[in-house]
């Protein structure tokens, strides 16, 4: 009896069933504890505003900027030690840091809390990164972690700009919390702009690596 051949034309088993980065997101888990700490910062934006404008409380909004700014690092810690990474968290996470930081940024410029040097790289580079994740992904790059450097700059930003704020307070810690402020925004202006150019490459290698996954999956009849 002929032992039947494998066919030399089609693709392999495991290549035709990659999952695309939607069918990854909606096939994991999506209601997690970090995924919900998460949605918590966004829902704390406007809290924020309000206190910031509506409220004159500078040093209140910068108390609540920073909780927004220290639940980036438990939604993390949460995710590793329960095992809960999921494949949204891994999108929704920076999502939420780009949203929280480029509001938060406007606001406090508006306040005129922040000297423009510092604001105008943080306004220039956030909008390309909130913008670039969702371009790459329609053009068919795989999904990119976040480095540890990109995530070390945005935490050095998360915590001076509530700094700035306290700094801006008329309050006998004033001086030294805009010290600490201009500590904490130069290197995290260094890390985060220097993460954005190691992006980069791996932007290039996520697409092409991306497009010829792609190019292995057949279509569906």
């Keep these: 009896m002929p032992v039947p051949q494998p066919s030399s034309g089609g693709p392999l088993p495991d290549e035709a069933s990659q999952p695309t980065l939607l069918q990854q997101v909606l096939n994991d888990r999506i209601l997690t504890a970090p995924n919900v700490i998460t949605v918590s910062r966004l829902f704390l934006l406007p809290v924020f505003v309000w206190l910031l404008f509506d409220r004159d409380d500078p040093t209140t909004a910068a108390i609540v900027l ?5 639940t980036d690092w438990v939604d993390g810690q949460v995710a590793r030690h ?20 480029l509001v938060s940024v406007i606001a406090i410029v508006a306040k005129g809390a922040v000297p423009a040097w510092i604001a105008v790289p943080v306004l220039i580079r956030e909008p390309i990164m909130f913008v670039a994740v969702p371009v790459l992904a329609l053009l068919g ?10 995530k070390a700059g945005t935490f ?7 700094l700035f704020l306290l700094g801006s307070a008329e309050a006998s810690y004033s001086s030294l919390a805009d010290a600490l402020a201009y500590c904490c925004a130069v290197p995290g202006i260094v890390l985060s702009w220097y993460a954005t150019f190691t992006y980069v490459p791996l932007a290039r290698t996520a697409l092409r690596e991306g497009r010829s996954a792609a190019g292995r999956t057949p279509s569906a009849a």
Excluded: H, N, Y
């Design 66 to 70: 920073g909780v927004m700014g220290a």
């Design 82 to 101: 329960w095992g809960q990474v999921s494949e949204l968290g891994k999108i929704l996470d920076p999502a939420a840091d780009r949203i929280v930081l």
């Design 141 to 150: 790059a795989r999904r990119i972690d976040v480095t540890w450097v990109g």
């Design 156 to 162: 050095a930003l998360m915590c001076a700009f509530p």
